[in-house]
């Protein structure tokens, strides 16, 4: 008697455990498997609040792919320290606000300026622009000569905090939001092409959205130094 191929029983189960795992995310929801899914815990978030609104982003209460609410009452993380939301919103932190002078533009996401008598160093937040020092990558001065024609010497700007990032970065630059009559400057570089978004590998910061939107925007339309260099950041 010759080999026979698969029975039809086991064609049958086979097809119903494929059948299964297709149904697994509507099974357990809350969970997501789609490509390139980085999975967050409570352990990520340095307060309760920075952990609410990134809970929130991604789509809490209703929502909940990270499992960061695992009792279901709308609230993240409820073991980290505060400040809080979720509890009690007059709790939540502020973004703060200060005027300043841009005294030097270093390259595409850097900037110098000069806060009362003192000159310090301001990395816009959320991007990241190619090199101009070291070793210098692709469309490094394209990026810092745009970055010096929005924001010229002698430029008023209000610098902004956010409070899901750090005060500072590892070089001791000040990260900031850097906005000139209301406009976000590190937006205007991303949507233009000249810089990519960057997270710092922290607590995605509450603009991510907005900057990866118009990341996605700038490479479908080729712009910046996505059209010479094939990427943003070099």
Not at 21 to 43: H, L, N, Q
Not at 150 to 168: F, K, M, Y
């Amino acid at each position: 008697m010759g080999t026979s191929g698969p029975s039809t029983v086991a064609l049958g189960l086979a097809a119903l455990v494929l059948a299964l795992a297709g149904c697994s995310s509507i099974d357990e929801p809350g969970t997501d498997v789609s490509p390139g899914f980085v999975d967050r815990d409570c352990a990520d978030f340095t307060t309760q609040a920075q952990a609410q609104r990134f809970f929130e982003r991604k789509g809490g209460p209703g929502a909940d792919p990270h499992l960061l609410d695992p009792d279901h009452d709308g609230v993240a993380c409820e073991t980290r320290p505060c400040p809080c939301l979720g509890f009690d919103e007059g709790a939540s932190p502020e973004a703060e606000s200060r005027p300043a002078e841009v005294v030097y533009v270093s390259d595409g996401d850097t900037i110098g300026v000069r806060r009362g008598g003192t000159v310090v160093p301001v990395r816009l937040l959320g991007i990241d622009a190619p090199e101009t020092k070291g070793e210098v990558e692709c469309g490094g001065g394209r990026s810092a000569n745009r970055l010096e024609k929005l924001l010229p010497r002698g430029t008023r700007v209000t610098l902004l905090t956010d409070p899901t990032q750090d005060d500072e970065d590892r070089f001791g630059r000040l990260l900031r939001y850097v906005e000139l009559d209301g406009t976000d400057v590190g937006l205007v570089q991303v949507a233009t092409g000249f810089a990519a978004v960057y997270d710092y590998d922290r607590p995605v910061f509450s603009r991510f959205d907005r900057y990866e939107s118009a990341e996605h925007n700038a490479q479908r339309r080729d712009v910046g130094n996505w059209e010479r260099c094939g990427s943003a950041d070099g």
